[in-house]
Nanobody, 121 residues
Framework: QVQLVESGGGLVQAGGSLRLSCVAS????????MGWFRQTPGKEREFVAG????????YYADSVKGRFTISRDNSRNTVFLQMNSLKPEDTAVYYC??????????????WGQGTQVTVSS
């Protein structure tokens, strides 16, 4: 079983930045693809960014390309999402996800509890 704990969410003004972190409680973190998804009320969860288990491949939703960067630190069992130039439409609950030996697109098998990001205009 993989447990994922996100942190770093909060309230920020449009144009600002936040960095989300997700720590995984697993021995073989480097074997897992890691991803970030987001969800707003009444909408389906959507893919934001993913990084493959080998760290050589990263993927982004078109809506965040050029603004968000996903990275991982295998020595700390942690994946990050650096979010720059934030827009009000980025407001959502952001979820971390993990998938064993997947590329960054998934599918993902384990999910965190989510962290709220609110961007004010």
């Amino acid at each position: 079983q993989v447990q994922l704990v996100e942190s770093g969410g909060g309230l920020v003004q449009a144009g600002g930045s936040l960095r989300l972190s997700c720590v995984a409680s697993v021995r073989t973190f480097s074997s897992y693809a890691m991803g970030w998804f987001r969800q707003t009320p009444g909408k389906e969860r959507e893919f934001v960014a993913g990084i493959g288990w080998s760290s050589s491949s990263t993927y982004y939703a078109d809506s965040v390309k050029g603004r968000f960067t996903i990275s991982r630190d295998n020595s700390r069992n942690t994946v990050f999402l650096q979010m720059n130039s934030l827009k009000p439409e980025d407001t959502a609950v952001y979820y971390c996800a993990a998938g064993l030996y997947r590329n960054g697109l998934g599918p993902y098998d384990y999910w965190g509890q989510g962290t709220q990001v609110t961007v004010s205009s």
